[in-house]
């Protein structure tokens, strides 16, 4: 099955720096998302982003899914932006696929 | 939009009995949920795809008779950990599927201590 590789494991950030965290895979995908795992445990969607580029306030990330990675940038970061962040990949295009996760980045912001 | 909602959100039970987790759909219609399990400090590895009106379909390894899945609507997934031990406390966690894309969003998750 596909192969799904995040770095790095852990990233130690003061407030106001910025980060980028990548996600590389093994193999074509149709599918491809960003959470944010927060201390509670929630799932939070960041992006939807199976190509491309997108932006959300201080988060964007882009896909180059020819050379199999995406990239998570996250600027001016703060201490709510602490927790796990996760990429996860579907590798068909039909509905019912589900994702598979990487292990995750854990970052922690200090002030 | 797209809110998924879990219930309880956390459970303690005695070994042996059995517990029901609830996955609903909010604000959409989910042909397809999937519950995922996730191990302190691990990612989340996928037990069953469950899909409406029809079984579930089981990861490698994951015993079909001990956990159970009912995808009774668009809208509701329940799993069921039949005589459940300590080894299966976890954070249990459904994921649904909009009908009009690919993208999955999560529920809360349900911590499961068995004692």
């Known amino acids: 099955g596909i192969q799904v590789e995040q770095s790095p494991p852990d990233l130690i950030l003061q407030e106001g720096a910025n980060s980028t965290l990548r996600c590389n895979f093994s193999?074509?995908?149709?599918?491809l998302q960003w959470f944010h795992q927060n201390p509670w445990g929630q799932l939070i969607n960041l992006f939807y982003i199976p190509s491309g580029t997108k932006q959300n306030g201080r988060l964007s990330a882009t896909t180059v899914a020819t050379e199999r990675y995406s990239l998570l940038y996250i600027s001016s970061s703060q201490t709510t932006d602490s927790g796990v962040y996760f990429c996860?990949?579907?590798?068909?295009?039909?509905?019912?696929?589900?994702?598979?996760f990487g292990k995750g980045t854990t970052l922690s912001v200090s002030s | 939009g797209a809110v998924v909602s879990q219930h309880p959100s956390w459970v303690i039970c005695k070994s042996g009995t059995s517990v029901k987790i609830e996955c609903r759909s909010l604000?959409?219609?989910?042909?397809?949920m999937f519950w995922y399990r996730q191990f302190p400090k691990q990612s989340l590895m996928l037990m069953a795809t469950?899909?409406?009106?029809?079984?579930?379909?089981?990861e490698q390894g994951v015993e079909k008779d001990k956990f159970l899945i009912n995808h009774a609507s668009l809208t509701l997934s329940t799993l069921t950990v039949t005589s459940a031990h300590p080894e299966d406390s976890s954070f249990y966690i459904c994921s649904a599927e909009r009908e009009d894309s690919y993208e999955q969003y999560f529920g809360p998750g349900t911590r499961l201590t068995v004692t």
């Open positions: 193999d074509s995908v149709n599918n």
């Open positions: 996860a990949v579907g590798d068909t295009n039909q509905a019912g696929t589900a994702l598979i």
């Open positions: 604000d959409f219609q989910a042909t397809t």
């Open positions: 469950s899909n409406e009106g029809s079984k579930a379909t089981y």
